[in-house]
């Protein structure tokens, strides 16, 4: 009988979809893709997930990266992974999109969810712990990337050019208050909403100076707000995704706060590799790539709209972005919203 040599070099035409079948054909790698679904974790990180060794994550997350399915960033010392967004084989682009949309369709067990929040919950806490203790000098600091008066133009104008009902705003984590003061002439009612008490108080304070009287106060964060039945015709979120453990969570909530038809106005970093910000303003990421956020928000519903990217002065860019609840959701993306939330 004739022996025939199946060995497929890296030249093969078959040599992407072998790597990425072998990568989905272990179970712990389609739990570690689950896990990556709306977050991006280091190799230790991992390991405390799934109580393995870091030589094993390692090899695991090797297999994933070879294979497209995954891809690493560099922020300091530590390599976080998350999903790729698009296989660098554009022919493997609809195998990979479905391997991603029946895993979303899965449960993760128990003790996975509880390490899952017990990582999510230590990076809020340490979000939490620096603006309480960096409240009064909070504005010098974030001066240093990008300051309102460089970019706030642009963020009012992109609010007059996206504008529809102007009933009710919701803005997350206002910081002093600087967008405050147009959202209170654009709006009949305006909530400021933020979970570190300090700020709060610092924001307060500053629209009392402002007579801004449309202005009420929560204490909290999204799911707060969902709590108590706060809907809004815009929500926004003015260059605190960064700060947030889980960009695509608070995304998530932003949504099933918005009233139909309502914006999700999102200010925020693109990506950048300038490590002293985690240190001095307490940023969790570096920015996020433009087609990050866009997946985050498509992701649960919302239709994306217009874009404005402005450049600053010492080579930040900052991303204006536009994203629409429709008047009526069809059916498939209800549920895959309701599964997500």
């Known amino acids: 009988m004739q022996n025939f040599d199946l060995t497929l070099d890296d030249n093969s035409s078959t040599a992407p979809i072998t790597l990425l079948c072998k990568a989905a054909g272990d179970a712990l790698r389609m739990q ?17 997930v799934f109580n393995i060794r870091q ?3 390692s090899h695991h997350l090797k297999i994933l990266t070879h294979a497209g399915l995954v891809s690493k960033r560099r922020e300091g010392t530590t390599l976080f992974y998350r999903r790729n967004l698009g296989n660098p084989r554009s022919d493997l682009q609809e195998l ?9 369709q899965l449960l993760l067990n128990d003790k996975i969810t509880a390490q899952v929040s017990q990582i999510n919950d230590e990076r809020s806490a340490a979000s939490v712990a620096f603006f309480n203790s960096n409240a009064t ?9 990008a300051s309102w008066s460089d ?11 996206n504008l529809a009902s102007t009933s009710v705003a919701i803005e997350i984590g206002p910081g002093y208050g600087q967008f405050l003061g147009k959202l209170s002439t654009s709006f009949e009612r305006v909530i400021a909403l933020d979970n570190s008490a300090e700020m709060l108080e610092q924001c307060r304070q500053r629209a009392a100076l402002q007579n801004l009287p449309n202005i009420q ?3 909290g964060d999204p799911r707060r707000a969902r709590s108590l039945k706060l809907r809004a015709d815009c929500v926004s979120l003015n260059m605190v995704l960064h700060h947030n ?8 909530d932003c949504a099933a706060l918005l009233n139909a038809g309502g914006m999700l106005l999102i ?8 490590q002293w910000t985690r240190e001095s303003c307490g940023d969790l990421w570096l920015g996020f790539e433009p087609e990050q956020l866009a997946q985050w928000a498509t992701s649960v519903g919302l239709i994306e709209g217009s874009s404005l990217y402005l450049a600053q002065r010492n080579g930040f860019r900052v991303q204006l972005r536009h994203f629409a609840k429709p008047l009526a959701m069809p059916a498939n993306n209800i549920s895959e919203l309701l599964l997500k939330t």
């Open 217 to 219: 106060f929560v204490h």
């Open 32 to 48: 570690i893709l689950r896990v990556l679904q709306q977050n991006s974790y280091g190799v230790l990180e991992l390991c405390q």
């Open 96 to 104: 990979q999109t479905t391997l991603f949309r029946s895993l979303d």
């Open 137 to 145: 000098r909070f504005e010098a600091n974030q001066d240093l990337i």
């Open 245 to 252: 453990p889980v960009p695509a969570e608070i995304i998530s």
């Open 267 to 274: 200010t925020d970093l693109c990506d950048h590799n300038q």
């Open 151 to 161: 970019y706030g133009d642009g963020v009012e104008n992109f609010l007059d050019a």
């Open 55 to 57: 030589s094993a994550m």
